[in-house]
């Protein structure tokens, strides 16, 4: 297993930067404020990340500890983490793999898929994300998961597609969307591994 080739996160991350202005904009506006946006960020996601902790545990079939979280923190996990099991008990979730390393030798990624296995029994790549909503670096890391999964397991289709899983940052609200095909999504992650590729040679030129 080439473990040179980049994971897909970090092509994303590095070379996809259409929310930055956002970001920037929200830093911004802490600085003005006198707040210190890592605190704020950190504080507005304890409730949405303890959720997304209890779904991570509850889909792998472990054990998840609770205690040492105060009480407006776990309410709120809780609640959001009831709402994930009120889906899950709808979908009926059959894991195959979770967070299964897998290569792309033909494109040279790699990555690990939160969940692939069944959904109201159709084989599907499922994702989850503390996050007030959905973007568009979240369906290209879906689509690129979809790409190592093809290339690796050509006889086992993607027949239940992709599904990704939000907890907001600071209420832990659940939201559950479905795609059957993600149009434009793969080439996209293609164009930023393209230029994640092309780093090395630029940097030479300085």
């Given at each position: 297993?080439?473990?040179s080739?980049?994971?897909?996160?970090?092509?994303i991350?590095?070379?996809?930067?259409?929310?930055?202005?956002?970001?920037?904009?929200?830093?911004?506006?802490?600085?003005?404020?006198?707040?210190?946006?890592?605190?704020?960020?950190?504080?507005?996601?304890?409730?949405?990340?303890?959720?997304?902790?209890?779904?991570?545990?509850?889909?792998?079939?472990?054990?998840?500890?609770?205690?040492?979280?105060?009480?407006?923190?776990?309410?709120?996990?809780?609640?959001?983490?009831?709402?994930?099991?009120?889906?899950?008990?709808?979908?009926?979730?059959?894991?195959?793999?979770?967070?299964?390393?897998?290569?792309?030798?033909?494109y040279?990624?790699?990555?690990?898929?939160d969940?692939?296995?069944?959904?109201?029994?159709?084989?599907?790549?499922?994702?989850?994300?503390?996050s007030?909503?959905?973007?568009p670096?979240?369906?290209?890391?879906?689509?690129?998961?979809?790409g190592?999964?093809?290339?690796?397991?050509?006889?086992?289709?993607?027949?239940?597609?992709?599904?990704?899983?939000?907890?907001?940052?600071?209420?832990?609200?659940?939201s559950?969307?479905?795609?059957?095909?993600?149009?434009?999504?793969?080439?996209?992650?293609?164009?930023?591994?393209?230029?994640?590729?092309l780093?090395?040679?630029?940097?030479?030129?300085?």
């Open positions: 297993m080439n473990e080739y980049p994971r897909v996160t970090a092509v991350s590095q070379n996809l930067g259409w929310n930055k202005y956002a970001l920037m904009n929200w830093a911004n506006e802490c600085g003005l404020e006198g707040k210190r946006w890592r605190e704020v960020a950190g504080a507005a996601a304890r409730a949405g990340t303890l959720c997304h902790a209890m779904i991570d545990a509850q889909i792998k079939g472990r054990y998840f500890d609770t205690s040492g979280y105060d009480g407006e923190v776990l309410e709120k996990a809780q609640s959001g983490f009831n709402n994930f099991l009120s889906w899950e008990r709808t979908v009926e979730l059959t894991p195959l793999f979770t967070e299964a390393l897998m290569v792309s030798d033909k040279r990624y790699r990555g690990k898929p969940y692939v296995g069944a959904v109201s029994g159709e084989l599907a790549v499922v994702d989850w994300k503390t007030d909503g959905v973007f670096e979240m369906v290209i890391q879906l689509a690129a998961y979809g190592l999964w093809d290339e690796n397991h050509p006889d086992k289709p993607l027949t239940g597609g992709f599904h990704l899983l939000c907890v907001a940052k600071e209420s832990a609200l659940f559950h969307h479905h795609w059957e095909i993600l149009p434009g999504a793969m080439e996209a992650f293609l164009h930023l591994l393209a230029l994640h590729q780093q090395p040679a630029l940097k030479g030129l300085q």
